[in-house]
């Protein structure tokens, strides 16, 4: 099926403002010129698009127009979203990018084929035990809180080393990736530079981060996704 062709109908109320499809060739062109300018190929970066809290009159018009990789916060609502998409079209790739609890872990093997937010043990230990079950094996990322926050996940940077080792050595897990969310209030580019460094020194290859307004410095700093919500979608109910 062309990229070009309506895969799912959009409902019937128009959404004119702001006008995603727009936005999302915009994001998609700055990304490139971000990666021409830090000397990367810019085929090198992915988008995800985030389709947390959206209404599916925005979403519909960039998924039929070719975007194919969306992230979610939460289990429930990515679910009630996307179980028909994931049916409709193969090549459909949904991302975690929130908080996961331990006991949403089996929902979360089923529906997701990338989580980004594995960041303790007990969470380890319920994916390990729920990709048993399910016979299917999400792609994984670490989430490293940079920032140290104490009201935000991931793991700190001091145990990052040991918890990757021991997520490699107790489970067989491939970590593909790292992810992090800078603190707001801080520059991001030294978070960037941070996650970089521990990804280097763990032998990880691919880095999630950068948001709307930050991909440009993030893709200097080598990612390879950016997680991109309002700037195309406009701002979540």
């Given at each position: 099926?062309?990229?070009?062709?309506?895969?799912?109908?959009?409902?019937?109320?128009?959404?004119t403002e702001p006008d995603p499809l727009t936005h999302w060739r915009?994001?998609?062109a700055r990304m490139g010129e971000a990666a021409t300018a830090a000397g990367r190929d810019p085929s090198d970066v992915n988008l995800v698009a985030v389709s947390k809290q959206q209404p599916w009159e925005a979403i519909?018009?960039?998924?039929?127009?070719?975007?194919?990789?969306?992230g979610e916060n939460r289990v429930q609502e990515a679910a009630a979203r996307w179980a028909e998409p994931c049916t409709?079209?193969?090549d459909?790739?949904?991302r975690l990018i929130g908080p996961l609890q331990s006991n949403k872990a089996v929902d979360a093997v089923a529906l997701f084929d990338v989580i980004e937010t594995l960041d303790r043990p007990s969470l380890a230990a319920a994916l390990a035990k729920a990709i048993q079950k399910a016979g299917r094996a999400p792609r994984l990322y670490v989430q490293i809180n940079t920032g140290e926050e104490p009201q935000k996940a991931g793991a700190l940077p001091a145990e990052?080393?040991?918890f990757i080792a021991a997520a490699r050595r107790d489970y067989g897990f491939k970590i593909e990736g790292l992810m992090c969310i800078p603190p707001a209030s801080e520059p991001a580019g030294p978070h960037f530079a941070l996650l970089r460094k521990i990804a280097a020194r763990n032998g990880v290859q691919r880095l999630s981060m950068g948001m709307s307004g930050d991909f440009g410095t993030a893709i200097?700093?080598?990612a390879t996704s950016v997680r991109v919500g309002s700037a195309v979608f406009g701002a979540r109910g």
């Open positions: 099926m062309s990229a070009g062709t309506e895969i799912l109908p959009a409902p019937s109320a128009a959404r915009a994001v998609l519909a018009p960039v998924l039929t127009a070719g975007q194919r990789v969306f409709a079209i193969p459909l790739e949904l990052a080393d040991a200097r700093f080598g």
